[in-house]
């Protein structure tokens, strides 16, 4: 196992730069994962690690190592390909081993290598059966543990789950989670899924068109975006983000919202809110904020998600459960200051 970092790193397809100056170091044991929409360079990333390219400037290091022109095989990073469904032929067992037998492992390797981690993951039990006679979740566990039965410096995987449906994919990522952390490996996992990079990444990434935005936990990130385009990313439904104007975004809060002392109006051009932290209450003559009106209200069980029209903006707040909103009717707006987020002309968060 081992540590994986880039130094300025740099890749371009003629005028195309896929990968643009970036520079990262991924720790050894770590479940890290690169997000951003399509075409931000993700699956680039990948391939410079495999050694499937190279790159136009810059260095990649493998456990400290300058690897640049040290051949793919022999970088022992192991990409796992999508598909974590089980043959339906094979025993479970043989279908943990199938990854060696490939290779060519020596059998008494094989049955070391498939005994650990079936002892690990407390599958040894399901060995002898059928993928038919396991549950669903005993079945995914195994095609984890046969995805993960090598011993490489590091596990790439690319998008691996998007073709299972929704509820699938949900318990295969906690799977995920649990044996990456049981086993110790080093797994660097691409996803455009914002939730599914948030639920599994130790830490993460967020890329847009070649450059890495910003690199943290994903709770680090929630609560501290970089900059507006990774405010943007991250959350559902999207963080409001209103231009600082006097009397349009700063007076819906009035009362609440306050500029810090040592922030001047004038950078600040833009005002953040999520909408968990948006708060919703009916409107009464004295409040403090002009009206806002409510311009749709989603049920979506445990949580509503209601659109309110200041008149200049359309914001969003999401409640817990059902709560008594109107179409329509007139509320007051409010967020504590605590949890504005201010940025400036170059989408720059400042500092609060
Ligand atoms: N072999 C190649 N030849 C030319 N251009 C390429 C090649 N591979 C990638 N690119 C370009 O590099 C940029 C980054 O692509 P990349 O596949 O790394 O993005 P991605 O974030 O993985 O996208 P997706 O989520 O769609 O897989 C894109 O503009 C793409 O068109």
Redesign the pocket.
């Known amino acids: 196992m081992a540590g994986i970092s880039f130094r300025n790193v740099t890749k371009a397809?003629g005028k195309?730069v896929?990968v643009d100056n970036a520079s990262f170091d991924i720790k050894s044991g770590e479940f890290f994962c690169f997000f951003?929409p399509?075409?931000?360079?993700?699956?680039?990333i990948l391939k410079l690690i495999l050694g499937l390219e190279t790159p136009d400037e810059g260095e990649v290091l493998i456990g400290g190592k300058p690897v640049n022109h040290v051949s793919p095989a022999a970088r022992n990073v192991a990409m796992v390909f999508q598909n974590l469904a089980l043959f339906p032929h094979m025993s479970a067992g043989d279908n943990v081993r199938f990854p060696l037998v490939e290779r060519k492992v020596p059998e008494a390797k094989i049955r070391e290598r498939v005994d650990a981690v079936a002892a690990k993951l407390h599958i040894g039990h399901l060995l002898h059966k059928p993928p038919a006679q396991l549950s669903g979740g005993e079945r995914q566990r195994v095609a984890i543990a046969r995805a993960l039965v090598r011993d490489p410096v590091a596990y790439l995987m690319d998008d691996p789950i998007s073709a299972l449906d929704a509820r699938l994919r949900e318990e295969t990522r906690v799977e995920l989670k649990r044996i990456q952390r049981e086993l110790g490996q080093t797994l660097i996992y691409?996803t455009?899924d914002q939730e599914e990079a948030m639920s599994v990444a130790d830490r993460m990434a967020i890329?847009q068109h070649?450059k890495i935005r910003q690199v943290g936990t994903p709770v680090e990130i929630y609560d501290k975006p970089a900059n507006q385009y990774v405010a943007r990313l991250l959350g559902a439904p999207m963080m409001n983000i209103m231009a600082a104007v006097r009397g349009a975004g700063l007076e819906i809060a009035e009362g609440t919202i306050v500029l810090p002392f040592d922030l001047t109006p004038n950078a600040v051009t833009g005002v953040g809110i999520r909408p968990e932290d948006l708060r919703v209450e009916p409107w009464r003559e004295g409040s403090v904020c002009r009206p806002a009106r409510v311009f749709e209200v989603e049920p979506l069980g445990g949580y509503t998600v209601v659109t309110l029209d200041t008149g200049s903006e359309k914001l969003r707040a999401l409640m817990r459960g059902q709560p008594e909103v109107q179409l329509d009717s007139a509320v007051a707006l409010s967020c504590d200051a605590a949890k504005v987020h201010f940025f400036g002309s170059a989408g720059e968060a400042l500092v609060r």
């Open positions: 397809y195309n896929a951003g399509p075409l931000s360079g993700k699956s680039t691409v455009h890329m070649g």
